[in-house]
């Protein structure tokens, strides 16, 4: 049953002013260069809050630089190369391909920890030094670059890396299931014919990081459809997907599939979904006046919430036009760079990368949460447009993201400037955790690749991330805490 702009309205009546506030999961923070905060005491000051200045008693200290210029850490904290693109090896022989980006952490076998990493790879083969690998049996399209490895890390450090799909493109942010497997998608739109692809490509793969037959002969879960896709989240409850698109011109959505009556999830069944299985839905969001909102990048407050509508896709396939773009202004709202999403305390947190010209208006980075029984959709994090990205400080461009065991969210940010990851905690207060100083650039012009693929180990002491170019899978280790609210 949908939620009607009248039922919402009259909810948002019946709560008052409180429902700004409200959701299962305490307000999230803003950085320090944020529109506006959370906490309604600090309301006042925390938006003029200079970039520089820090929280005290949340986090884990400054920064240190590393004598080997990869990666900054606070004290305590150490890390350990896990896979390194050009330089470690698959077990084949063949070279770790690059482009590191969504990445889920899975139990594994005798106390190892399966990792199933994307690599972000665009386009024909020949255009890339390392791509995935064409391993037989596991190829969907012969001509694409990209795919997802698998990386098992034993107790006591061994590293052992094989592909877990390939001849797929543009493979981005991803998700893991419930079940324990490993939601793969392209963002991209590439039909056969384009770009040299002979398939279709813009679908969503599964794959299995347990079990290497079931990766066989891959196919397209087409039933979530073919646009520019980046994160994918499953609702253990009720079995709906949730996926994001990265898409301009116009901007991209938000998706939910719902499972067909009677379907059942579980580990290879996404393969014998029918490709129109389900139904497939936009969201449309409005306030509580009832007023439809165009575009995310609308809300300028923390705690905004707005109900969401769901519209059905007339063809989920985009055989003759994308699907964002089969939708007139006024039928669904739209933002920019939808990017990296992840399931916790009950809903999903979707993250809108940044926001320009293109959009209403104009910010570095927002994240919202979606609650599913509520049908509300809650800014949780907005930060101001970063007027200088090249100093340390402030954050923008948030992308992949990750719920932490220790309160609040890890954020990899993809930003201009300096790349970090940092901690957002529940009551509206951000810290840094690490700084990418792999200078990919020259000494005059400094460049430093996005961080990508977030994620916790399944014992929650290991920190996985990438440095996206040239492709590096670190493991991070330290005195981790329960950061305080």
Not at 78 to 95: A, F, Q
Not at 173 to 200: C, H, I, R, Y
Not at 270 to 294: I, Y
Not at 456 to 461: C, E, M, T
Request: with cysteine; aromatic share 8%.
């Amino acid at each position: 049953m949908s939620l009607t702009r009248r039922d919402f309205t009259r909810q948002s009546a019946a709560a008052g002013a409180g429902i700004a506030l409200a959701g299962s999961v305490g307000a999230l923070a803003s950085a320090p260069n944020a529109l506006a905060a959370t906490d309604a005491e600090d309301t006042a000051d925390a938006s003029r809050e200079p970039a520089a200045a820090g929280h005290h008693g949340v986090g884990y200290g400054p920064l240190l630089p590393d004598p080997a210029g990869i990666l900054a850490l606070p004290a305590g904290f150490r890390y350990r190369v896990v896979t390194y693109s050009g330089r470690t090896k698959l077990e084949s022989g063949e070279i770790t391909p690059s482009n590191h980006d969504g990445t889920a952490a899975f139990c594994g076998p005798r106390g190892a920890t399966l990792l199933v990493n994307n690599h972000e790879l665009k386009g024909p083969r020949a255009g890339w030094q390392y791509p995935v690998p064409l391993t037989e049996g596991h190829v969907y399209d012969p001509a694409a670059a990209g795919g997802c490895t698998v990386v098992e890390v034993r107790p006591g450090g061994h590293v052992a890396e094989w592909v877990g799909i390939a001849g797929t493109s543009t493979n981005c942010a991803g998700g893991a299931t419930p079940w324990g497997t490993w939601l793969s998608g392209e963002e991209t739109e590439d039909k056969a014919g384009q770009n040299g692809m002979t398939k279709d490509h813009g679908y969503i793969f599964e794959v299995d990081p347990a079990d290497r037959r079931a990766n066989r002969d891959p196919r397209p879960v087409k039933a979530f459809g073919r646009y520019a896709h980046e994160a994918v989240v499953i609702d253990p409850g009720h079995g709906h997907a949730y996926l994001t698109e990265d898409a301009s011109g116009p901007n991209g959505l938000l998706y939910r599939w719902t499972p067909p009556a009677g379907f059942r999830h579980g580990r290879g069944k996404l393969r014998t979904l029918a490709d129109d299985a389900g139904v497939l839905q936009a969201f449309k969001c409005f306030d509580s006046a009832g007023r439809f909102v165009d575009d995310l990048s609308r809300a300028t407050k923390i705690g905004t919430v707005y109900g969401v509508d769901w519209v059905d896709v007339p063809d989920r396939d985009a055989k003759s036009v994308s699907v964002r773009k089969q939708f007139a202004a006024g039928q669904v709202t739209r933002a920019r760079k939808l990017e990296g999403m992840w399931w916790g305390d009950g809903g999903a947190y979707v993250v809108s990368s940044y926001a320009r010209d293109e959009s209403p208006v104009q910010h570095d980075g927002a994240v919202w949460f979606y609650d599913p029984k509520r049908r509300t959709l809650t800014l949780k994090v907005l930060l101001g447009v970063n007027p200088d990205p090249s100093a340390d400080g402030a954050f923008d461009g948030p992308d992949n993201i990750t719920v932490s065991p220790y309160g609040g969210l890890v954020i990899a940010e993809d930003g201009e400037g300096v790349q970090h990851l940092f901690g957002a905690t529940d009551s509206g207060r951000t810290y840094p955790i690490a700084r990418n100083e792999l200078n990919i650039g020259t000494a005059d012009k400094p460049e430093y690749s996005e961080f990508t693929g977030v994620t916790f180990s399944p014992d929650g002491h290991t920190l996985y991330a990438n440095i996206q170019t040239p492709g590096i899978m670190l493991a991070i280790t330290g005195p981790w805490k329960r950061q305080k609210r």
